[in-house]
């Protein structure tokens, strides 16, 4: 069956280390993956999209890789501050619609 | 404000009513997703529309859901004779699918609940 796990329910980290978040999928073949923040009672922002044939994407703090062999996606988040606390969620895009995995939510300590 | 907006944004309801929900999309995208989120989960897409075309619908999807994109703009969801089961955040994305991509934007969503 299909699945898409990410890491784990609750990642809790100090302010200013990296918190890396992951993104597992089974039995897809996604033509890109994305990575959207959403904070409570909110929908979902975008933040990232890597496609198949790249290996690693930026922007500002962030960082996404994309491993299709391993069907894993890393998503990284450098110099972590509070503001960051949110949930975190990867998609998948098959076709015309997007799967979502259950999301991690990340707590930024000061 | 030319985001995507949802309306209501909260619906309460018996068990057995129908209700309906309304989603405005960022007016140039050509892409509207529905999406059922429940708490602690990811959203589970419903269904999308390209343009006034409804091109898939999930096989969760039971035959008391529909949608329609009647213009190509706004967009309504129905839930006849509304379970308990049915109680959710209902979310609407809208996207302008080029080149590939398809950067997804979000309303705040309607939450319902099904007494």
């Known amino acids: 069956s299909q699945k898409i796990e990410q890491n784990s329910e609750a990642l809790n980290i100090q302010e200013g280390k990296t918190a890396t978040l992951t993104c597992n999928y089974t039995n897809y073949s996604p033509a890109y993956l994305q990575w959207y923040r959403q904070d409570p009672g909110r929908g979902p922002v975008f933040l990232l999209l890597?496609?198949?044939?790249?290996k690693e994407k930026r922007k500002e703090r962030l960082k996404v890789t994309f491993d299709t062999t391993l069907k894993q996606s890393l998503f990284h988040i450098t110099a972590s501050q509070p503001a960051d606390s949110a949930t975190y969620l990867c998609?998948?895009?098959?076709?015309?619609?997007?799967?979502f995995g259950a999301g991690t939510r990340l707590t930024v300590k000061p | 404000d030319t985001g995507v907006s949802q309306d209501p944004r909260h619906k309460i309801t018996k068990r057995g009513q129908n209700v309906t929900f309304r989603c405005d999309p960022i007016s140039e995208h050509n892409r509207l997703y529905w999406y059922r989120q429940t708490l602690g989960q990811g959203p589970e897409f419903l269904t999308y529309?390209?343009?006034?075309?409804?091109?898939?619908k999930s096989r969760l999807l039971s035959d008391r859901f529909s949608a329609e994109r009647p213009k190509g703009s706004f967009s309504t969801l129905e839930i006849q004779r509304t379970e308990q089961g049915d109680s959710a955040m209902y979310l609407c994305a809208s996207s302008l699918v080029a080149s590939g991509e398809d950067e997804q934007f979000f309303g705040p969503g309607t939450r319902l609940t099904v007494l």
């Open positions: 998609a998948l895009a098959l076709g015309g619609d997007m799967r």
């Open positions: 529309f390209q343009n006034e075309a409804q091109l898939e």
């Open positions: 890597i496609r198949e044939n790249e």
